[in-house]
């Protein structure tokens, strides 16, 4: 049996399909079924905070966010709106960045700030570790992971009033 130059051209069309479909079907069967790598090391971002987590307290080098009847009281009062300065840090999330990146930036970086962050039905408080660089700032989360987000300083840390 002998195949026309558009019969030759079908089965290249063909061959090349099949094969494009043999790479990319692990890829496939892994988004189908949820078995993706959830490394830290390997996702693009981390966030701060568990994954639907509500924030009781916010305790700042500077002042502390409370949760209170009437809504947040900030004590010292700072030049935000309290509810938006707990919604910084409740929706905050980052680059990932490796435990040998940061290891290499540790000589670099200046003193740690530290910030307690109180979770509702949570017995002990989330302590965040954060280092600022010029550039941005390195936090370390709940889990240990370390990320980088570029913000401006009053935006997690307002200024006092």
């Known amino acids: ?14 061959a090349v399909i099949c094969f494009i479909a043999v790479v990319q079907l692990p890829e496939i069967v892994k988004q ?3 078995h993706q790598d959830s490394s830290p090391e390997l ?7 568990p994954f639907e987590s509500t924030i ?11 949760r209170e009847d009437t809504g947040w009281l900030a004590r010292p009062r ?4 309290a509810e938006q300065l707990i919604s910084h840090w409740q929706l ?4 990932a960045v490796s435990h040998e990146v940061v290891g290499k930036l540790k000589p670099t970086l200046p003193l740690p700030i ?14 965040v570790t954060v280092y600022q ?18 913000v401006e300083e009053a935006y997690l840390f307002p200024p006092v009033l």
């Open 1 to 14: 049996m002998r195949l026309s130059r558009r019969g030759w051209n079908n089965v290249m069309i063909i």
């Open 32 to 34: 189908r079924f949820g």
């Open 43 to 49: 996702s693009a971002e981390a966030t701060l905070l």
């Open 56 to 66: 009781e307290q916010l305790h700042l080098p500077h002042t502390s966010l409370n």
């Open 78 to 81: 700072v030049g935000l709106p």
């Open 92 to 95: 905050l999330s980052g680059t």
């Open 114 to 127: 530290s910030v307690e962050i109180w979770l509702v039905d949570q017995e002990e408080p989330v302590r």
């Open 133 to 150: 660089q010029p550039q941005f700032w390195l936090l370390q989360n709940w889990q240990g992971e370390w990320l980088a987000v570029s």
